[in-house]
């Protein structure tokens, strides 16, 4: 099966510019989770969806950021306006229904590097 | 959430079996104990899970004592491709309602010729 897709795989922006991350999990996956990692920092969540809905956003950094589920398939990312503290690895995981979560794991995309200068 | 440690780098051999150990004495009683990878450039990968004794994979082995303050990864006969960054972590079961994972500083494996 396919993996977690992420695009792009980089992205290079000024600040105040509006950058959108795009996740495509694994078919049938209803769980979809972004994740990011900032220079020198620990990966650190920032939110989950269930299907279309979003479930826990306690991750999100402030309201720069914004993300939607349309459909309950792909989601997106946006950061506006973007910072430069927003310099960062930003991953996306998806996983199947609750009860089978811990015998699969999360499986996560390759992440989008977002570079703000 | 419990706090996991793990030592912040090791150095091998291949061939070498290497274990990879974590603390987490904070860990509730409905915890489990998930162990990830992760190459340069890629997201993190699930090894292996468990919640006591051992468990078993084609790729790891996972040794939880009794009290489950600790668990340890072992890696048997690594090779130069296991060379990654290895993560600890301490979650509930999902019917509890919390879902994200919580990273820390993960362990770097580097494997030697």
């Known amino acids: 099966e396919a993996g977690v897709t992420q695009f792009p795989s980089h992205s290079v922006i000024e600040k105040g510019q509006t950058v959108t991350l795009r996740c495509d999990p694994i078919?049938?996956?209803?769980?979809l989770y972004w994740y990011r990692r900032v220079m020198g920092k620990e990966i650190k969540f920032l939110l989950h969806f269930v299907k279309e809905s979003k479930q826990d956003e306690s991750g999100m950094p402030n309201n720069r950021f914004l993300a939607e589920r349309t459909g309950g398939t792909y989601s997106t990312l946006k950061v506006q306006p973007a910072e430069l503290e927003d310099s960062g690895v930003y991953f996306c995981?998806?996983?199947?229904?609750?009860?089978?979560?811990?015998?699969?794991?999360?499986?996560f995309g390759s992440g989008t590097r977002l570079t703000v200068v | 959430l419990a706090k996991t440690t793990q030592p912040i780098s090791m150095d091998s051999y291949e061939g070498q079996e290497v274990n990879i150990t974590c603390s987490h004495n904070n860990i509730a009683t409905n915890d489990y104990i998930t162990w990830y990878q992760q190459f340069p450039s890629q997201g993190p990968r699930f090894i292996i899970q468990?919640?006591?004794t051992k468990v078993t994979n084609e790729v790891a082995s996972l040794f939880i004592p009794a009290d489950r303050k600790s668990s340890t990864l072992s890696l048997p006969r690594v090779s130069l491709s296991d060379t990654a960054v290895y993560y600890c972590l301490v979650a509930p079961p999902p019917d509890t309602g919390r879902r994200a994972l919580t990273f820390g500083s993960g362990t770097r494996l580097q494997v030697q010729p």
């Open positions: 995981a998806s996983s199947q229904s609750e009860d089978r979560v811990f015998f699969h794991g999360y499986t």
């Open positions: 078919s049938g996956h209803d769980n």
């Open positions: 468990g919640y006591k």
